[in-house]
């Protein structure tokens, strides 16, 4: 009786998973038959869709990589330290996460646009409804995630393999980047991959400190967006295919070395 | 070699306060301890990896307090073998070797040894993960010796092994230490390894040493309640003095209706009369008398006589568990399996036992008082 009740539990979360799964796939084959976009791949290489690419692209590799650069350092202290200040720290590294990327791109706009903003047009960086702005906000939005993600992997390593690496001969430099980096190394391509797609997905912000202006701004969730607003779906199918494109590419990079392990 | 000068520190809630120790060159000295006796922490601190509030710590000679664990030039087995999983078993024993950039064959003829002596050859191509427990261990321990530090530092190395690889590890350390002449300084909470590997054992409660001793000494002649009860000391009683007879060598305790006799030993220190004594005795040192067996004039002043109560089935051994007519004692007694046959025992059988008064331990019971061995 009692195993009768958990292979109905069991069929009934099995079923619920696939259902769920099941929605998502009709989302995107809902539109891409039913809305069927003319001329696919022939729009795809066109240069109104290269271009948000192009700039899309170069930002949000940009973004990561000024991101995870400051990431590990500030991971790795949250990692180790643990003192009440740290966890003080801690908290206001989350904030990003929990906040609208929407308020989080007026808050950017408010300090761009103000004194500092204008304190630092004087010295040539202009940062408002700019592509420096584009970097600024996909930045801004994703560095405390990659910290986040980053301090799992080094909380994963026990400090004492530190210590033993440093009763062997190993300064702290050394200890980090001969043992406990090459040890959280698929943590980290992970979180360069979760880190970098996100960027390219990255609206709220980027949108209002950087506007939308085409050619300049316009990244692929901009294009997105303008094209909904222009009635021109078929463009933002395509705009949408390349993101999925970028999430499927993603998920397949993070699956493979979350994976992959020492015993391979 | 080693020389710890009244170090104290502080590691949350645990406290190390003015502690001494002294390790010979070339020494095998131990560290034994229950868990939570701050072995390890006095082990790290050595290493390097906590900082102590005050005191000194000497390492050759050199006071090297302040320096950092790479500075100290010397070897560390953990608990857990703690190998860089991403690299190969070679290169992990090479690790060191590599930081500081000495050529293989400088170091290869000591590598070679280690690995024929800890019969790792085959492994070296490894990955670490796939190695067993005791193949880490071994792994670990060639990684720590490799550049030949004349300070070698265990933290229990053996605590997660079988028996039959613990026992063959031991007789590992045992010919490395003999053959290579490092200081070895072993934490272990294990009675049995600390004496078939130690020269020299120092028993640690509560980050205070409380014997250091040879390690007959310490099981014999325990200077504490504590070092008694973790030798293995099965019975110790409450007792009081009564009588020293100096010229004879031998003092009187009484406990309850009884009194018994008990040798003085030389460098243990007499008891004045009427002093309450902890006294005791080994459970394989009582005595179980064969009927009508005339009785060795040693043997004679402590006799009791009761009855087998319980009796414990272990496997070289049996435990009897004896109980007085008056019932007032009751003694642990270990009988080898063969002895335990020739004198039939079974539950509920009268017998008498003899407390041979050259193994009667006694330690006043203001020496259980903490005390700082320098």
Not at chain 1, 16 to 39: D, E, S, T
Not at chain 1, 79 to 91: A, G, V, Y
Not at chain 1, 228 to 241: M, N, W
Not at chain 2, 62 to 73: C, G, M, N, Q, Y
């Amino acid at each position: 009786m009692k195993s009768g009740n958990r292979l109905k539990q069991l069929s009934f979360s099995k079923g619920l998973l696939y259902f769920v799964a099941l929605y998502y796939c009709l989302l995107v084959v809902n539109a891409y038959i039913f809305c069927k976009p003319c001329n696919f791949f022939e729009l795809l290489f066109s240069s109104e869709v290269l271009k948000p690419l192009r700039l899309s692209l170069v930002s949000s590799s940009i973004a990561s990589l000024l991101s995870i650069s400051i990431a590990i350092p500030c991971a790795y202290s949250l990692s180790r330290n643990r003192s009440k200040f740290s966890i003080f720290i801690d908290t206001i590294i989350d904030i990003p996460i929990f906040l609208s990327p929407v308020a989080l791109g007026s808050l950017l706009l408010i300090f761009f646009s103000g004194s500092s903003g204008l304190l630092l047009k004087k010295v040539g960086i202009d940062v408002a409804f700019s592509f420096l702005g584009v970097i600024v906000a996909q930045f801004s939005i994703v560095t405390s995630m990659a910290i986040r993600l980053l301090k799992s992997a080094f909380d994963s390593v026990d400090p004492f393999y530190e210590k033993m690496a440093r009763i062997l001969g190993c300064t702290r430099s050394q200890a980090f980047f001969k043992v406990t980096l090459p040890m959280v190394q698929n943590g980290l391509i992970s979180s360069i991959v979760i880190v970098w797609a996100r960027c390219i997905g990255e609206f709220g912000a980027t949108i209002m400190l950087a506007g939308a202006m085409p050619g300049l701004t316009e990244t692929i969730p901009i294009s997105i967006f303008l094209s909904f607003a222009s009635a021109d779906v078929d463009r933002a199918l395509i705009f949408t295919g390349v993101l999925l494109m970028v999430s499927v590419a993603s998920l397949l990079t993070i699956k493979y070395f979350s994976r992959r392990s020492y015993f391979l | 070699m080693i020389k710890l000068q009244d170090i104290s520190l502080k590691l949350g809630n645990f406290k190390v306060n003015n502690f001494f120790m002294n390790v010979r060159p070339g020494e095998y000295y131990i560290l034994l301890g229950p868990s939570g006796a701050g072995k390890s922490v006095i082990l790290q601190t050595i290493a390097g990896f906590y900082k102590i509030s005050s005191g000194k710590i000497l390492l050759r000679g050199i006071d090297v307090t302040e320096l950092s664990p790479e500075e100290r030039a010397i070897g560390f087995i953990p608990q857990n073998s703690f190998l860089f999983p991403n690299l190969t078993v070679r290169e992990n024993i090479l690790f060191a070797a590599n930081i500081h950039k000495i050529p293989f064959e400088k170091v290869k003829e000591f590598f070679e040894y280690l690995i024929n002596i800890l019969e790792i050859e085959y492994l070296l191509n490894n990955r670490v993960v796939h190695l067993s427990g005791g193949e880490k261990q071994k792994v670990a321990i060639a990684r720590a010796m490799l550049l030949k530090p004349d300070i070698v530092l265990l933290d229990e190395p053996l605590s997660s092994l079988d028996m039959p690889l613990r026992k063959k590890i031991v007789s590992t350390l045992l010919q490395l230490h003999r053959e290579t002449n490092i200081t070895f300084l072993h934490v272990t909470h294990d009675q049995e390894e600390a004496f078939i590997l130690g020269d020299v054992i120092s028993l640690i409660f509560n980050g205070q040493i409380e014997q250091t001793s040879k390690k007959n000494a310490l099981y014999f002649f325990p200077r504490t309640l504590n070092v008694a009860l973790f030798t293995g000391m099965g019975n110790i009683f409450n007792g009081k003095v009564i009588s020293v007879d100096h010229e004879n060598h031998q003092v009187t305790i009484s406990y309850k209706n009884y009194c018994f006799v008990a040798t003085l030993h030389e460098h243990r220190p007499s008891p004045s009369p009427s002093t309450a004594v902890f006294f005791g005795i080994r459970a394989e040192e009582v005595m179980i008398l064969r009927d009508g067996e005339p009785l060795k004039p040693l043997l004679e002043p402590n006799i009791l006589k009761g009855k087998v109560k319980s009796i414990t089935e272990k496997t070289a051994t049996h435990t009897i568990f004896f109980i007085d007519d008056r019932e007032e004692i009751e003694l642990e007694i270990e009988l080898s399996n063969l002895v335990y046959r020739r004198l039939e025992l079974f539950t509920g059988k009268s017998i008498q036992v003899s407390l041979k008064k050259s193994s009667i331990w006694i330690s006043p019971e203001d020496f259980n008082k903490k005390y700082i061995v320098k």
